[in-house]
Structure formats: C-alpha cells, structure tokens
C-alpha cells in the first residue's frame, strides 16, 4: 500500500533516494521514545524529551529507581543511532546535489509549470527524424510544443533542441494529459511504429481531446484503422517523400 499511496515517489529520483534514510531516522526516533517510556517507566512525552535532553536521564533517576544503567547504555545506542542516520541523511542529499538530480528536479519542476500554462499548443509523440522535422517546423512558425518522447536520448535531444518535453509513454492517458493534450490544438503521433501511433490516437480520444490528431503509418493499410482510431490526419512519410521526389524529376531540368 506504501507505493500506491504516493505514487510520486517513484517518478522523484530526489524522494526515492531519501526514503531509506528518513526512514531509519525515524524508526530509531519511534525505538529511542518506546524504548525510554519500558526502561524509565515513563510517559511517551517525557520520553521524548529524553530524545531531545538526554541529561534529563539522569535527574530521573536521582529520585525514581529503575535500571539506570541499562537506560543510559540504551541512550549512548540511540544518541549514536541518530548521528548515522543523519550522517547518512546529509550524504545522500549532498550526492544528489552534486550529482545533478535536484538540478534536474527543478528543471523538470519548472518545464512542467511552463506546460500547464501552455494553450494552444502542438504535442508531438516521439522525437525521430519524423517526429523531430514537425516539431522544430512548428516551433520555427511560432507555435509551442510539448514533446512526449520515452527514449533518453532522444528526451535529452528534444530538451536541447527547446522544446517542452514530457518523459513517458504517450499511450497513457496520464502522460497526454501530462502533456496538456485538453488545451492543445494539434497532437502528432510520430512515432515509427504504426500501431503505437494507432494507440494513441485511441487512448488522446478517451482524454476529451478537442485536439486535431494526425497520425504517422508506415503503410497505406494502416490508413482506414488510424482514421477509425480517431485520426483527423493521416501521414505516410514515404509516400510523401516519394510524390516530392517525382515532383522534383518531372520539374523541366535547367
């Protein structure tokens, strides 16, 4: 139940790392506060004062009698406990600092905030040499683009060349809405593999898309299920790239 309670965690290198940390800091914190209220016969509150001060130990002990040593042997565990923990909370924070991970959070942090106040936009699913032409075409005419890619190198690609990206499969609902795929005027799926543009497709529909939705095939049998699927559009590169090329032959030479 852990994980699905916030499923967050996992898509935040920056939590994800610090979970095992924060978590032991914690169980020797719970451990520390039930172990003082067993051996000092205490109260929860008092014991976690004794987290807080552990000289209050001894002042318990000038007038109440108990196991003094074993509570203060206990308390040097727990003191010791703590100081690893939090070692091991600092150290983990520092690598992701200077590993990059928080930089890269608040990239994302701030390309995401960018893409929610994004209307009117264009979202491209994929980042080939098909999906990458269209989207830099729009953006050259002064349209923004979001760009939907699953591929590291390919996202990184999209991130340098400017454009808003989203890291995902484009066939998840979630990932499109992500993407803002309800304020967007034109969706491409530029995918090169015919029946996962098809898919999205179905699944931008079930999105209460309002968007134009143009499809990449890579052959003309896939046409009439890409336009049953939803597709406004439908483009086979090869097919346009062959016409361009007869119309460049026929063009009277000189």
Known sequence: MFPDSIPHVRDRPILRHTVAPIGAFVAIVVAGVVGYAMLGNVGLVEAAFWMIDPTSIDLHFETHAGPERSTKAYAVLVTVGLVLSGL???????????????????????????????DDHVIVCGYGMFGRTIANRFAEAGRSVVVVEIDADNAERAREDGHLLVEGDARREQVLRTAGVDRATKLVAAIDDSNVNIQIAIVSGTAASSAEILVRVGDEVYESVAREAGADEVVIPEVVSGERVTRLLERPAG
């Open 88 to 118: 091991w909370i600092g150290e983990t924070v520092a690598t992701e600092l200077f590993g990059g991970r928080i930089s890269t959070e608040v990239s994302r942090a701030t390309m995401q905030r960018r893409i929610e106040n994004s």
